[in-house]
């Protein structure tokens, strides 16, 4: 029997790492996660996540034929192989991921930012197996994007191109701070965090009575937000539709840029359905230029299960290999 082609999928975040191996097809036949934050340099991170790597490799019965390593995480950058000042990770400046992960093989390590990753995830694995021109909206703890023009993956002079979520929405009235060291910057109102900055905000200044109110604000989160509004809160509702409203506003800006055929929205706060979509496209196509309106789709991923990450990371390893 021939063996059978997989690649490694990679997700580095803050506080956990989860990797795979994947076939061509986007079937994982193995996978793993260990914790991020408890290694202080980058190298002791690596040696460890390699290893445990290969020792969920031995678990695979069939035999196989490992193509090389894709990663998706903040602040990644395809052009150097770096993950460069992010502010997620416990390592701090420019880090030579690929060079430090070539230590200990010598196969292709593809590195990114991890919305790229989805992007490129989507075009192999998801809705726009079919598409040229789409943009990739990751809605978590962040806000990422990825931006794909003509069938390739947009990155720019220096491998940080589409970085909409730190772009200012309230440059002068704002004092909404992030994590950027900027202030109202898009991610600070658009992400699972900004949701709940958007509702604590609303709570405040209503005298509306909420179950809310017995919570601190570190035991409120947007799952919290999510399952009251479904439940018909009103204050939970109207943080849905300001947020939508905000995204909404700034997709129609992104449109504009690159007309693609289909935006994506992909992560936690896309699962929010209609809640987060209804406005969202309300409120897009009312701030779109005539010559747009009504011919873009707003559009949730179909890779948005637990292994999306994983599989956007290991279809870099293909889209290497193709291109």
Same mark, same amino acid.
């Given at each position: 029997?021939?063996?059978?082609?997989?690649?490694?999928?990679?997700?580095?975040?803050?506080?956990?790492?989860?990797?795979?191996?994947?076939?061509?097809?986007?079937?994982?036949?193995?996978?793993?996660?260990?914790?991020?934050?408890?290694?202080?340099?980058?190298?002791?991170?690596?040696?460890?996540?390699?290893?445990?790597?290969?020792?969920?490799?031995?678990?695979?019965?069939?035999?196989?034929?490992?193509?090389?390593?894709?990663?998706?995480?903040?602040?990644?950058?395809?052009?150097?192989?770096?993950?460069?000042?992010?502010?997620?990770?416990?390592?701090?400046?420019?880090?030579?991921?690929?060079?430090?992960?070539?230590?200990?093989?010598?196969? +292709?390590?593809?590195?990114?930012?991890?919305?790229?990753? %989805?992007?490129?995830? &989507? =075009? /192999?694995?998801?809705? *726009? !197996? @079919?598409?040229?021109?789409?943009?990739?909206?990751?809605?978590?703890?962040?806000?990422?994007?990825?931006?794909?023009?003509?069938?390739?993956?947009?990155?720019?002079?220096?491998?940080?191109?589409?970085?909409?979520?730190?772009?200012?929405?309230?440059?002068?009235?704002?004092?909404?701070?992030?994590?950027?060291?900027?202030?109202?910057?898009?991610?600070?109102?658009?992400?699972?965090?900004?949701?709940?900055?958007?509702?604590?905000?609303?709570?405040?200044?209503?005298?509306? +009575?909420?179950?809310?109110?017995?919570?601190?604000?570190? %035991?409120?989160?947007? &799952? =919290? /937000?999510?399952?009251? *509004? !479904? @439940?018909?809160?009103?204050?939970?509702?109207?943080?849905?539709?300001?947020?939508?409203?905000?995204?909404?506003?700034?997709?129609?800006?992104?449109?504009?840029?690159?007309?693609?055929?289909?935006?994506?929205?992909?992560?936690?706060?896309?699962?929010?359905?209609?809640?987060?979509?209804?406005?969202?496209?309300?409120?897009?196509?009312?701030?779109?230029?005539?010559?747009?309106?009504?011919?873009?789709?707003?559009?949730?991923?179909?890779?948005?299960?637990?292994?999306?990450?994983?599989?956007?990371?290991?279809?870099?390893?293909?889209?290497?290999?193709?291109?």
């Amino acid at each position: 029997m021939a063996k059978k082609n997989l690649a490694v999928g990679i997700d580095i975040g803050g506080t956990n790492t989860v990797f795979g191996f994947v076939d061509r097809e986007g079937n994982i036949v193995a996978e793993g996660r260990m914790t991020t934050c408890n290694y202080e340099k980058a190298e002791g991170y690596i040696a460890a996540l390699y290893e445990k790597i290969m020792l969920t490799g031995k678990e695979i019965k069939q035999g196989f034929e490992l193509k090389g390593f894709g990663i998706g995480a903040p602040m990644g950058n395809i052009n150097k192989g770096t993950i460069e000042y992010s502010a997620a990770l416990p390592w701090k400046g420019v880090i030579p991921l690929s060079d430090i992960f070539h230590a200990h093989t010598k196969l +292709p390590v593809i590195v990114t930012n991890d919305a790229n990753a %989805a992007a490129v995830g &989507e =075009m /192999i694995y998801g809705g *726009a !197996k @079919k598409m040229k021109d789409f943009v990739v909206i990751t809605l978590g703890t962040g806000l990422g994007s990825g931006f794909v023009v003509d069938g390739k993956l947009m990155y720019g002079h220096d491998g940080f191109a589409g970085e909409i979520g730190h772009t200012p929405v309230r440059p002068e009235s704002s004092d909404r701070e992030c994590g950027c060291g900027k202030k109202g910057c898009l991610e600070t109102y658009v992400s699972a965090t900004g949701l709940k900055r958007t509702f604590i905000k609303i709570l405040a200044d209503s005298r509306q +009575p909420s179950e809310f109110r017995k919570y601190s604000f570190d %035991a409120i989160n947007a &799952e =919290m /937000i999510f399952n009251a *509004a !479904k @439940k018909g809160d009103k204050l939970a509702i109207r943080a849905f539709e300001k947020t939508g409203k905000i995204l909404g506003y700034k997709l129609a800006e992104v449109i504009s840029h690159t007309s693609p055929e289909a935006i994506f929205l992909f992560g936690g706060l896309a699962m929010a359905k209609d809640l987060i979509f209804k406005p969202a496209k309300k409120y897009m196509e009312e701030y779109l230029l005539s010559i747009y309106q009504n011919k873009v789709k707003l559009l949730p991923s179909k890779l948005n299960t637990k292994n999306a990450a994983v599989l956007g990371a290991s279809s870099l390893v293909w889209s290497n290999i193709e291109s």
